[in-house]
């Protein structure tokens, strides 16, 4: 049985979600690694996956959190610009 990770504040989780659904340009969370599965040509359905290989799982996982950093990363680079340039003023 896979982990489920949890995010570090627990009230993170909702904009964790919407990051996620935003990246991959889904409505719903949930779906977003079925985008990301039909990407990379794995067959991922709903229910059962058991017969999926654990490699194929964490490309998609890989894709997904790897995404979500990325814009992260970038999000917080760009507050610190912003607060650089405020306090310039």
Request: hydrophobic share 35%; glycine share 12%; charged share 30%.
């Amino acid at each position: 049985m896979g982990r489920r990770r949890r995010p570090l504040v627990a009230d993170a989780q909702d904009g964790l979600d919407l990051l996620k659904a935003r990246l991959q340009n889904v409505l719903e969370p949930e779906q977003a690694k079925f985008q990301v599965a039909d990407q990379l040509h794995i067959p991922l359905k709903e229910g059962d996956n058991g017969d999926l290989a654990a490699r194929d799982a964490g490309r998609i996982g890989g894709r997904l959190g790897g995404s979500m950093v990325k814009e992260m990363i970038r999000s917080a680079q760009q507050q610190l610009l912003q607060r650089q340039t405020d306090r310039g003023r």
